[in-house]
């Protein structure tokens, strides 16, 4: 991790409660910090710095406290004044959702595809309503309390990233006053406060929050914000926080019995329904008995397309779709539904739900300002290593997919494939975090690729997020735009499956690769090179002084010499003598792409065919169908896709 210098803390004890105004008075000394002087003008790289400074000397909190705190919630960014998932506001993501839900923009649709993937069920769209304004959690409704704290207006608190951590820092000092604790100038003493400065209202949601800004604390960070900010805090290894201090807090005790999380996370059961409602019918999930009876190969990264309690009342319809877990924005916690051993209704392939384990993240695919948490990052980093490690996933971009990487089983569900959690999820730093950070791993000469641009300042044109057709704002993406030549000027690539004309919309994913997917590499034209991507030569910008790929090897599948193509699937399912009496076969169909002799896919896994039997509520009737035949998984285009072993042979990149 990184760490660097920085002032000492600093606080001064006790001190008496100022009128709202004469604090108000003091903090507006603040504001000039970072909205006057112009980008060159000396100081004006470390304007939030001094804010940090500054404020932490006004309401006695020790100023790492704050800068942990403040990273945990947005890592310093401030995201030009836009609300995150929560309506959280600034670097200290001070909450008010009553301001976020009126700007609030209409949620975009990602296709109507069936969830479960073999039977007709409702599709995954907009998860409920946002909360009603009076019945807002008081974890969503933090900025008011800083702007009575403060004397500070709320639209400067939402707006003004000095106000806003002058705000986070009244709020800390009025956290450790209630809890009975003095102002101090050390760390160690702050546990209590920074937990109930999350907003839960549980004990192991708080401690989890409280001990990652702690572990930032320990470790020390460094980065420059999306404003240009650097901002530094100084490792501090050896701190010990208070940890007794949130006896006294007063929060509920969740139901933690049954979950399947690391102690590392807070994490409570709330089951999803099995159960039948009529006519045969049942819902939202199949029992089974993984990882005995089939393998857990895949983790898929959904977002929510609604708010947290909206969510949690979907997942608990029967006659809904289910997922395994559900993480929350403001704060990382997790709520378990479907225990691993289910299978889960949550991909729109069915071969893929019943070896996979689904992950719903509170978020808005076609909301770039509605911004993620760090709190939920590290929280679901923390699951899916957790799982991965229980289930043997491999950590990578072929087994941590993206419901938008998951491919439609059939020709007819290619077009009604969901496209989350989209570009502006952090792909990137969501591999440091899992520890698997995306690395040079060859030369020139290596023969395949990873993605890997910049976030912050790869910014892709998208359109749609609002209405159809006009631009989105502006904002970080993990996608790359891929041409059918070594330029601009160049048309985009056309995917056949999805037919029409490939567009820059949001949910467009004919022409898109994602950061840490890795391709074969077809060619090379200066600052441009290309890849072999759904039967076709693709080419994306990369130059050698800002490159959005770094050169990597591996093996590939290349058709069997004599072939000029072979066929590529949507599933591994297995031949049909392999289906006992009883089971229907399942179709072997093709997707209508080919994998053409000359190009080469890179390997994520070598599997048989299989399909899990689970069409009755009565598991007696349910069998794993394990056939002979054997698929590679290969990374296609945008999605992954399989193709029979038979058909093809593997060779080194490099080659």
Not at 157 to 173: E, F, K, S, Y
Not at 629 to 650: C, K, P, T, W
Request: glycine content about 10%.
């Amino acid at each position: 991790m990184r760490g660097s210098v920085t002032a000492p803390d600093r606080a001064a004890g006790h001190r008496r409660t100022r009128p709202a105004a004469v604090a108000s008075a003091a903090v507006a000394l603040l504001l000039p910090l970072l909205g006057a002087a112009p980008p060159d003008s000396p100081g004006a790289a470390d304007r939030l710095q001094s804010a940090f400074a500054s404020a932490a000397a006004e309401y006695h909190v020790p100023q790492s406290v704050l800068l942990g705190v403040s990273y945990l919630q947005s890592r310093w960014d401030a995201h030009a004044g836009a609300p995150s998932v929560t309506g959280g506001y600034g670097p200290m993501h001070l909450t008010d959702a009553r301001a976020a839900l009126a700007e609030a923009t209409p949620h975009h649709s990602e296709g109507t595809e069936d969830a479960r993937g073999d039977s007709a069920r409702p599709p995954l769209l907009p998860a409920g309503k946002p909360p009603r304004a009076s019945k807002i959690p008081a974890r969503l409704s933090t900025l008011p309390r800083a702007a009575e704290l403060t004397g500070l207006s709320p639209q400067a608190l939402r707006t003004d990233p000095a106000a806003n951590v002058a705000g986070g820092a009244a709020l800390l000092a009025a956290a450790q006053k209630e809890l009975g604790e003095p102002l101090s100038s050390d760390p160690a003493d702050w546990y209590g406060a920074v937990a109930r400065f999350s907003g839960a209202d549980d004990r192991a949601t708080a401690t989890a929050y409280a001990n990652d800004v702690y572990e930032v604390l320990r470790t020390g960070q460094e980065r420059r914000t999306d404003a240009g900010q650097l901002v530094a805090l100084a490792a501090q290894p050896g701190l010990s926080p208070d940890i007794a201090q949130l006896r006294r807090a007063g929060l509920r005790t969740a139901n933690t019995a049954g979950t399947e999380c690391p102690p590392t996370v807070s994490c409570e059961w709330i089951p999803a329904p099995y159960e039948e409602f009529g006519e045969g019918d049942y819902g939202n999930h199949d029992l089974g008995n993984r990882p005995v009876s089939q393998g857990i190969d895949y983790i898929v990264i959904h977002d929510t397309e609604g708010a947290w309690e909206g969510v949690l009342q979907m997942v608990q319809d029967p006659t809904y779709v289910s997922w395994q877990y559900s993480l929350r924005s403001t704060d990382g916690h997790i709520a378990q539904h479907v225990k691993a051993k289910d299978v889960a209704w949550h991909a729109g392939n069915w071969y893929v739900n019943a070896k996979s384990i689904g992950l719903e993240h509170e978020g808005f695919l076609a909301q770039p300002d509605s911004w993620y948490t760090e709190a939920m990052y590290r929280s679901s980093a923390r699951l899916v290593r957790y799982l991965a490690h229980k289930y043997g996933i491999p950590l990578d971009r072929q087994h941590i997919l993206g419901h938008d990487n998951v491919p439609g089983p059939t020709r007819s569900t290619i077009g009604g494939m969901h496209t989350d959690p989209g570009p502006y999820w952090d792909w990137r730093h969501y591999f440091e975090l899992l520890g698997r950070p995306f690395v040079p791993t060859a030369g020139p000469n290596g023969g395949m690729v990873t993605i890997r641009p910049d976030y912050a300042t790869n910014r892709p044109e998208y359109t749609g997020c609002a209405s159809a057709g006009r631009p989105c704002a502006a904002h970080g993406s993990s996608a790359v735009r891929l041409y059918s030549g070594p330029g601009e000027s160049y048309p985009l690539i056309k995917d056949i499956g999805l037919g029409g004309t490939p567009s820059t919309g949001v949910n467009d994913l004919s022409s898109r690769v994602s950061t840490g997917q890795q391709y074969a590499v077809a060619g090379r034209d200066g600052d441009w090179t290309a890849i072999w991507y759904l039967g076709q030569k693709a080419w994306f910008r990369n130059p050698a002084e800002k490159p959005t790929a770094v050169n990597a090897t591996g093996l590939v599948v290349t058709p069997k010499d004599g072939a000029t193509s072979v066929p590529v699937y949507g599933r591994a399912y297995p031949e049909s003598s392999a289906y006992p009496p009883g089971v229907p076969a399942q179709a072997v169909s093709p997707l209508p792409y080919t994998l053409p002799a000359g190009q080469r896919y890179v390997i994520g896994d070598k599997v048989p065919g299989e399909y899990y039997y689970a069409v009755t509520f009565d598991t007696g009737s349910h069998r794993v169908v394990v056939g002979k035949d054997l698929y590679y998984e290969i990374q296609y285009g945008h999605r992954v896709a399989f193709v029979r072993a038979a058909d093809v042979r593997v060779v080194p990149s490099a080659a």
